[in-house]
C-alpha cells in the first residue's frame, strides 16, 4: 500500500527498489514521511522529473519495514534527519544525503553524479 | 529568455501570504504569477500541527498548504516554484522579474512576500553537521534521539514547546538560551519547568559544534563570566528565531534595520505598484492567520492599483 502522497513512483518493496536500480542507470530515491523536511524534497523531484529524462524519481516511506534498504545502507550511518534521499548509479549507491535539500543542493549531485 | 504575457499580479513567495494573495487576485480576474523560491506553503508548511487556523480543526501545515495551493489555481491563478530570482527591475509601468535560469517575467504589479527562514546559529559546525546531529524539527527528527541526550536552543514558544516535545524520546533535554529568562508564554515555560527530563542553561550561547562523522561535542560560552565549556551530546535542535528572506531587495524596497520589508497599512511598499505581505513584513506577531490577512489586504490594494 502506498503511503506516501506524491506523484512519484513509489517503492513498496526493497526488492522492487533493487530490480529498479539495476535495470536504470540513474535513480534518486527519497526515504521519508509526509513531512516538513521531506514534503519539499518531494516537491522539487516531482519538477526535476518533468527535466531530467535520464534520471528516474522516486521516493520509499521511511517506516516501512521494507525501507530497512535505506536505513540500514552503510552511506546512511549516522543519519539523524528525514529525508534520507539516496542516489544510485548503476545499481550501486552513488551518494547519499541526511535531512531537507534545496534544489541547488540536489541538482549539484544530480550534476557531479548523473550529468547535467 | 522573455515570456512575452504581462500578467496583472506577479506574487513573489508561495506562502500563506503569497497564496492568499494569489486566491484573492486570481479570483478577481486578474490574470496572476506565484514565483516561488522554495516547496509551496513556506514555513507553514514546517509546522507539524496548525490548531488555530479559524475554520479549520487541527490539521497539518503541508496539508493546509496544499488546500490554499489548490484553490488559488482553481481560480486560474498560475504558479512556479524551486526556482531562483536574479533580479528585480520594480520600477516603471511594468516590472520584471528575472531568474536564475534566463526567464523573464512581467507585471503590472508585484507582491513581495519572499517569507523567513529559521535562523541559523552561525557557528563553526553548522553546516557539517545538519542532519548528523544538528536539526530544525523535533517532529521530525525527534525519534532519531530516542534514549539520548540532546539540546535545545532558544527561549521562544517554539524552542520550549519542541524541547516539551522531544522528552518523548530523548532521555534528557537540556535548553540553553542566551538571556536570564524566556520570551515564551507562561504556559509554555512553565510545561517546560515542571518537566523532569528538561535542565537549563541561562545566559549561555553555543560557540561551536564538534564530532567526528555525527555530532558528539559542543562548546559554549557563559556570557556574563566569558567562561567556555564543553558538553558531551548526542544532538542539537535550534529554535532562535527566523530571517526574513529579502537580501535581494535591499536598496530596491525599504527595508528596515532587521531587513524588514516596510509598509503601509495598505501593504504598500516604498515604489508604487510594488506591495509586501507576510512574514517578512515589519509586524510584531507571525501567524498563519496575520500572513493571511497580510495577503488579502495586499492583493485588494493592487486591484485597486491596477484600477486606477
Not at chain 1, 516537491?43 to 527535466?51: A, K, Q
Not at chain 2, 548528523?132 to 530516542?146: E, K, N, P, Q, R
Amino acid at each position: 500500500m502506498k503511503m506516501l502522497s506524491t506523484s512519484l513512483h513509489e517503492f513498496e518493496t526493497a526488492a522492487e527498489l533493487e530490480k529498479y536500480i539495476i535495470e536504470n542507470e540513474n535513480v534518486m530515491v527519497c526515504g521519508g514521511r509526509m513531512g516538513p523536511m521531506c514534503i519539499p524534497v518531494y516537491d522539487l523531484m516531482e519538477e526535476l522529473e518533468e527535466d531530467r529524462s535520464n534520471i528516474k524519481f522516486a521516493v520509499m516511506a521511511f517506516d516501512s519495514p521494507e525501507a530497512g534498504i535505506i536505513r540500514n545502507d552503510p552511506a546512511c550511518r549516522g543519519f539523524m534527519g528525514l529525508p534520507f534521499t539516496m542516489y544510485y548509479k548503476n545499481g550501486k549507491v552513488a551518494h547519499a544525503t541526511s535531512s531537507i535539500q534545496n534544489m541547488q543542493q540536489v541538482t549539484t549531485v544530480l550534476d557531479e553524479h548523473f550529468g547535467a | 529568455m522573455t515570456n512575452e504575457e504581462i500578467f496583472d499580479v506577479i506574487i513573489v513567495g508561495g506562502g500563506p501570504a503569497g497564496l492568499s494573495a494569489g486566491i484573492y487576485s486570481s479570483r478577481a480576474k486578474l490574470s496572476t504569477l506565484i514565483l516561488n523560491e522554495g516547496a509551496i506553503g513556506g514555513q507553514m508548511v514546517l509546522t507539524e500541527e496548525v490548531a488555530n487556523y479559524p475554520g479549520v480543526e487541527t490539521t497539518k501545515g503541508y496539508l493546509l498548504a496544499n488546500i490554499m495551493k489548490n484553490q488559488a489555481k482553481s481560480f486560474g491563478c498560475k504558479i512556479k516554484s524551486n526556482l531562483k530570482i536574479k533580479s528585480y527591475e520594480l520600477e516603471g509601468e511594468i516590472k520584471h522579474v528575472v531568474l536564475e535560469d534566463g526567464r523573464e517575467f512581467s507585471g503590472r504589479c508585484v507582491i513581495l512576500s519572499p517569507g523567513g527562514r529559521p535562523r541559523p546559529v552561525g557557528i563553526p559546525g553548522e553546516e557539517e553537521f545538519k542532519g548528523i546531529g544538528i536539526s530544525y524539527c523535533a517532529t521530525c527528527d525527534g525519534d532519531f534521539f530516542t534514549g539520548k541526550e540532546v539540546i535545545v536552543v532558544g527561549g521562544g514558544n517554539s524552542a520550549l514547546e519542541e524541547a516539551v516535545a522531544l522528552t518523548q524520546y530523548a532521555e534528557k533535554v537540556t535548553i540553553v538560551h542566551q538571556f536570564d529568562h524566556f520570551q515564551a508564554f507562561q504556559h509554555a515555560i512553565d510545561q517546560a519547568q515542571e518537566n523532569p527530563k528538561i535542565e537549563f542553561i541561562m545566559e549561555s550561547e553555543l560557540r561551536s559544534f564538534k564530532g567526528d562523522g555525527v555530532l558528539q561535542e559542543v562548546t559554549m560560552e557563559h556570557l556574563p563570566t566569558g567562561k567556555m565549556s564543553s558538553m558531551k551530546i548526542d544532538g542539537v535542535f535550534i529554535f532562535i528565531g527566523y530571517i526574513p528572506n529579502t537580501g535581494d531587495l535591499d536598496g530596491i524596497v525599504k527595508l528596515n534595520e532587521r531587513g524588514e520589508i516596510v509598509v503601509d497599512e495598505s501593504m504598500q511598499t516604498s515604489l508604487p505598484g510594488i506591495f509586501a505581505a507576510g512574514d517578512s513584513n515589519v509586524k510584531k506577531y507571525r501567524q498563519v492567520t496575520t500572513a493571511v490577512a497580510d495577503g488579502t489586504i495586499a492583493s485588494l490594494a493592487a486591484a485597486e492599483y491596477l484600477r486606477s
